[in-house]
């Protein structure tokens, strides 16, 4: 059984941080593209950051780039934020897809993160 397990979310003030992980289990994310998206309220979802392979290349949106990292350690996919504000508000979900085979697509429950004073 495949889970991805986010955590991390949270209130936090303009300006601050946080750092989302994602743990996986049942699967080997070495093999599969690791995702960061986000959806805000009344708004279509949004890919955020992507990590993938070994050495690892990462890809970022340009609302967050200089602002966030993605990382790998293991099985588990993280994502720093810093610089915080209040339109990095949303749910954040991460995903795995396989590289090879597309239609394994797993994704987590997601997890909060409000930015606001």
């Known amino acids: 059984q495949v889970q991805l397990v986010e955590s991390g979310g949270g209130l936090v003030q303009p300006g601050g941080s946080l750092k989302l992980s994602c743990a996986a289990s049942?699967?080997?994310?070495?093999?599969?593209?690791a995702s960061w998206h986000r959806q805000a309220p009344g708004k279509e979802r949004e890919l955020v950051a992507t990590i993938i392979g070994s050495p690892e290349n990462t890809t970022y949106a340009d609302s967050v780039k200089g602002r966030f990292t993605i990382s790998r350690d293991k099985n588990t996919v993280y994502l720093q934020m810093n610089s915080l504000a209040p339109e990095d508000t949303a749910v954040y979900y991460c995903s795995a897809q396989h590289y090879s085979w597309p239609q394994y697509d797993y994704w987590g429950q997601g997890t909060q993160v409000t930015v606001s004073s």
């Open positions: 049942g699967i080997k994310l070495l093999w599969y593209v």
